[in-house]
């Protein structure tokens, strides 16, 4: 009599173990989530409805929507989200095609291959201050690299921080130089995962190099470029440190016009030189729905442009 | 997702600070010590002169270590700021500056009172200047700025003008309109890839400097859009730039440190702080420098403080260090080592100083430009924002220097910046 009691006591215990025990493997992670995602999430948002001076250690008062009004009319913060768009135009698209172009390379038998494929990831593991102030340097005024390369085909010296093409142009490069290793890497590893008698069956009939990689590579990636496409969106909107270090001054206002002032440094400057944190924080959660609102659209047309070309 | 990521942005971008322009720091690590050690934080803007004397100062207090950080200008007074609100990351001592210490005194309950021992000893705007509204004392001064011209006597010569340093003072002692017309002979003749000052924002700085109210009235209000010296001063230096005389580019950025390298300019608005960046920064021009006096006399930009926050574990021991290092015997050694005016009077009176001729300036009689200078300087009010008004107005000029805007636009834009940042 006492065994079907003991199974029926272990059977109990194993379907709480295979239901409740995943639960506690995930457990870590939404914790974490929980204390550093979440919460300062909610927090922010709450500090948002309110006039908060940082600096007067932190004396509040509620204020409702006062801050997001205020934020409506702001026009710098236009400027900033118009700055914001452009650099995340200006190097997203490059990035990703170029990366598309390099997985596809590094995809063929080559010699030192491996090698190649963790060089594509250095830029991404330098640290983002040395690349930024090694471009910087590069794109100096008076003695930068490129402008002596410009120089030797008889273009004039370009004040790189001084315009918004330039400063747009220098910044794009930046962030571009530092992310297109880690996109390319990822396309890599989910061209590996593309069926070899696919490309097989297309050489028996005759298909180009260049066909086998728009008609049967591109498709078969479509997850992976709206995955890259949406986590490229999701960083591109929140640059920050390049275009405070190409300023060169450390003031936070991006340029001497605010030419190359990211919404992210705005709410920086908001925040942290103005010490308005209520105000930062309605920048933040504005940011933020500006980001999910361009990760949506964008999830929905790359899903589109995909769908085309199968 | 979002906070994580600008939160570690932030770290990165502090991190570039520190990294940007940290100046060969004391080096050694607090580490575990025996029982009774102290490690104490320093953290500076600039050269300060400060590490021999923190040896000494070791030597006489064993139990004590010193550990300094040293990060750009503005960065440093915001972060400092950022440390008082959250309470926390402040070091034991921590310098600010004259543009920033009226923000810091209205907050003056986050810092020690240094109490009133060493009044008698400052200059009395010196002292007052960090003194809050109801009478505590958040800061022993370090130096004043006063004023004077830097220039390289090379380059003068190569450009055909008198090098002589009292011919030089002689040739613009009518003010800065004749400082303008030296500009105009220099660039005439000037060598290829020199202009005549660094930028348009640190001209500005010592020229407003001389005015005897500047950003602010008394009172706390920004008058930067009715005061007409604000305004004379932005049309002068606008003049200089529309003179090609400015080799625009910023203080205190890379590309402004290699430019003493690399010889792009020929003057400098020269408070006595800034001997001290000179020497750092065109090593390889040693004597080529000389210091003549300002136009138009008088005048000062900068100098700063040592604060003690009381966030700090050992307030006790950094008021202790923030006096010594600030004492006159210490300010003495600063002056010679590195060239930072005391703001202790007693001492322009020591021939140490006052007869004390620095060989990287080709023997300039300093002691005698700058405690002269000292005792002429009119001291002019500062409010809370000074640091960033000044940052903002240097920006509008770069907008001019740079070609995207007028004068007046410009100083439209800037006016109303400035409301903004005093709102």
Redesign the interface.
């Known amino acids: 009599m006492a065994i079907p009691a003991l199974t029926a006591r272990r059977a109990r215990l194993n379907r709480l173990d295979t239901k409740g025990s995943p639960y506690l493997y995930v457990l870590p992670f939404f914790l974490l989530f929980g204390a ?2 979440l919460f ?2 909610i927090y ?1 948002g709450y500090v948002s409805f309110n006039d908060w001076d ?5 004396a509040h008062e509620w204020v409702g929507l006062a801050n997001y009004r205020e934020l409506v009319q702001d026009p710098y913060f236009w400027n900033a989200l118009g700055n914001t768009l452009s650099i995340w135009v200006l190097s997203t698209v490059p990035q990703l095609l170029v990366a598309l172009w390099i997985a596809h390379l590094l995809n063929h038998k080559l010699r030192a291959r491996t090698s190649l494929r963790m060089g594509v990831l250095l830029p991404n593991i330098t ?3 040395a690349v ?2 090694v471009f ?2 590069l794109f ?4 930068g690299m490129v402008n002596w390369l410009l120089g030797v085909v008889g273009l004039g010296p370009i ?1 790189w921080q ?2 918004t093409w330039s400063s747009h142009l220098a910044i794009s490069i930046i962030v571009a130089w530092r992310w297109t290793g880690y996109n390319a890497l990822i396309y890599l590893a989910s061209m590996q995962a593309v069926p070899h008698d696919l490309y097989e069956a297309a050489e028996l009939d005759g298909a180009s190099s260049a066909q086998q990689f728009w008609k049967i590579t591109v498709p078969m990636l479509r997850p992976t470029i709206i995955f890259t496409a949406v986590i490229s969106t ?2 591109g909107l ?1 640059i ?2 390049e275009p ?2 190409f300023a ?4 936070p ?1 991006g340029g ?2 605010r030419q190359f002032q990211t919404a ?1 440094l705005f ?2 400057e908001q925040g ?4 308005r944190f209520g105000y930062a924080s309605a920048v ?1 959660w504005t ?2 729905l500006v ?1 999910a609102l361009f990760a949506i659209v964008n999830y929905l047309i790359t899903r589109r442009i995909a769908n085309d070309e199968e | 997702m979002l906070l994580s990521r600008s939160v570690r942005a932030l770290t990165a971008a502090a991190a570039a600070a520190v990294m940007l322009t940290a100046c060969g720091s004391g080096g050694d690590e607090g580490g575990a010590g025996d029982g009774g050690n102290v490690t104490l934080n320093v953290n500076l803007f600039g050269n300060f002169g400060y590490e021999e004397l923190y040896k000494e100062y070791e030597k006489a207090n064993p139990n004590v270590k010193i550990k300094q950080s040293t990060a750009a200008y503005n960065d440093h007074h915001r972060n400092l700021a950022t440390h008082l609100a959250t309470n926390s990351g402040a070091g034991d001592i921590e310098a600010v500056d004259t543009g920033f210490i009226a923000q810091m005194r209205d907050v003056g309950k986050q810092f020690t009172d240094l109490g009133t021992e060493r009044q008698s000893e400052y200059l009395p705007w010196k002292w007052q200047a960090s003194l809050t509204k109801d009478g505590q004392q958040i800061g022993y001064g370090t130096d004043v700025g006063g004023l004077a011209i830097c220039y390289r006597r090379d380059l003068f010569q190569k450009a055909g003008l008198p090098t002589e340093r009292d011919k030089v003072s002689a040739s613009w002692a009518g003010g800065w309109d004749k400082y303008i017309e030296q500009g105009q002979k220099y660039t005439a003749k000037a060598p290829a890839g020199t202009a005549f000052f660094d930028g348009a924002g640190a001209l500005y700085n010592a020229v407003i400097g001389q005015a005897p109210v500047g950003f602010y009235s008394e009172d706390n209000t920004v008058v930067v859009g009715s005061n007409p010296e604000v305004r004379k001063a932005w049309d002068l230096v606008v003049r200089a730039v529309q003179s090609d005389l400015s080799a625009k580019l910023l203080e205190s950025s890379p590309e402004w440190n290699n430019g003493f390298a690399k010889g792009q300019f020929a003057t400098i608005a020269c408070p006595a702080w800034m001997m001290a960046k000179i020497k750092d920064q065109s090593k390889n021009a040693a004597g080529k420098w000389d210091v003549a006096a300002v136009p138009g006399g008088g005048g000062n930009w900068g100098g700063s403080y040592l604060t003690v926050p009381k966030q700090g574990k050992h307030v006790q021991e950094a008021k202790k260090l923030a006096a010594w290092l600030t004492a006159p015997e210490q300010q003495a050694k600063v002056f010679t080592s590195k060239g930072l005016l005391p703001s202790i009077p007693a001492l322009y009176e020591k021939p140490e100083i006052a007869e004390y001729k620095d060989p990287f300036f080709n023997d300039a009689p300093v002691g005698k430009i700058f405690t002269t200078a000292a005792k002429e300087l009119k001291p002019q009010y500062q409010g809370p924002r000074t640091g960033d008004i000044q940052t903002t107005i240097r920006d509008g000029l770069v907008r001019i220097e740079q070609g995207k805007q007028s004068s007046d636009e410009s100083w439209q834009q800037t006016v109303s910046d400035v409301e903004r940042l005093a709102k």
């Open positions: 550093f995602g300062p999430l922010t940082l600096l007067d250690a932190g640290s983002i201050v930024t102030i910087t340097q100096g005024r008076d003695f004040d001084a315009d999701i960083g929140q920050i440190a405070l270090l060169g001054s450390s003031t206002t001497s016009d992210a709410m920086y942290f030189r103005e010490f933040a940011l933020c980001i």
